[in-house]
């Protein structure tokens, strides 16, 4: 499949969302992926608001995660949008020497040093280069229209995270028909779900999160599926009496035969009946 992988879930996962993790395990299991976790792990520096205050320790914080999967000849897997685009973003930015030197003098002083050797994955991207083994994993097709929503950080700036076009993304549906579902056709240009606003400016996060959601909700569709847990969250949580949320790991774990109850589908606000 790739270099071995260590496993990044990510701060909001691990915290508030394990259950996304058993799902992403589960399928990761199913595949035959092989993976540890990351060691020593540090918060990405969230790309939204502490990233913005901290470019300095941004870049080193994540250059050090970075270092720590090179000297093990790993790459890393994100399951988060916010954590994919935190460190994409950083090796970017780290392709400029004078920006390296100055992030390795930093790291020099725990021992560390960045080549720009690791690659980043996203769970969707890694997942979706697969195909035949995930269709020959499903042993109980899931019937049901999906209305994709791929969040923002999986998808912009289009020219850094690369996977999925920003302007009428089609990976999520794409995958979501591996295992026997369908999608309606996705957002041109996919909405922000005001995630990134939540306990800042709750009344504009609430405007934002309804701008998709009624599209969702007029759409026909059955549930939501996206590969974010920020967007997991606000559907989840924040929308009020609107269609339940599936994270992507949590769609594929159910086609491949996981119960419901194994992979925590019973902490989601709004159920889904399958």
Not at 57 to 75: F, K, P, Q, V, Y
Not at 101 to 119: C, K, Q
Not at 127 to 135: A, G, N, Q
Not at 181 to 195: H, L, Q, V
Request: glycine residues 8%; hydrophobic residues 45%.
């Amino acid at each position: 499949m790739s270099r071995p992988l260590y496993l990044f879930p990510g701060c909001l996962i691990s915290a508030r969302l394990p259950f996304l993790e058993a799902s992403s395990r589960f399928v990761l299991d199913r595949l035959g992926v092989a993976y540890e976790y990351l060691p020593d792990p540090t918060c990405c520096v969230e790309p939204i608001g502490l990233r913005t205050m901290a470019r300095d320790t941004w870049l080193a914080s994540a250059a050090r995660m970075m270092a720590i999967a090179e000297e093990a000849g790993r790459d890393i897997l994100t399951l988060c949008n916010g954590c994919y685009m935190s460190l994409k973003e950083a090796a970017h930015a780290l392709e400029d020497r004078s920006v390296r030197n100055d992030v390795n003098a930093v790291l020099r002083s725990i021992g560390r040093e960045y080549a720009g050797e690791a690659e980043v994955h996203h769970l969707a991207g890694f997942l979706s280069r697969h195909e035949e083994k995930i269709r020959g994993a499903v042993t109980r097709p899931i019937d049901l229209l999906l209305a994709p929503h791929p969040g923002c950080h999986m998808v912009r700036p289009s020219g850094v995270l690369k996977v999925d076009s920003s302007f009428r993304p089609e990976v999520l549906g794409r995958m979501a028909s591996w295992v026997g579902a369908r999608a309606i056709d996705g957002e041109e240009w996919p909405d922000c779900c005001g995630g990134g606003l939540a306990g800042i400016d709750d009344d504009l996060s609430a405007r934002m999160l309804a701008v998709p959601a009624r599209s969702f909700g007029s759409s026909g569709a059955e549930a939501i599926l996206t590969p974010c847990p920020f967007c997991f969250v606000q559907f989840d949580i924040r929308q009020k009496d609107g269609l339940p949320v599936l994270y992507l790991a949590e769609l594929l774990a159910l086609a491949m035969g996981a119960s419901p109850s194994a992979i925590g589908m019973q902490y989601h606000r709004n159920k889904l009946s399958l």
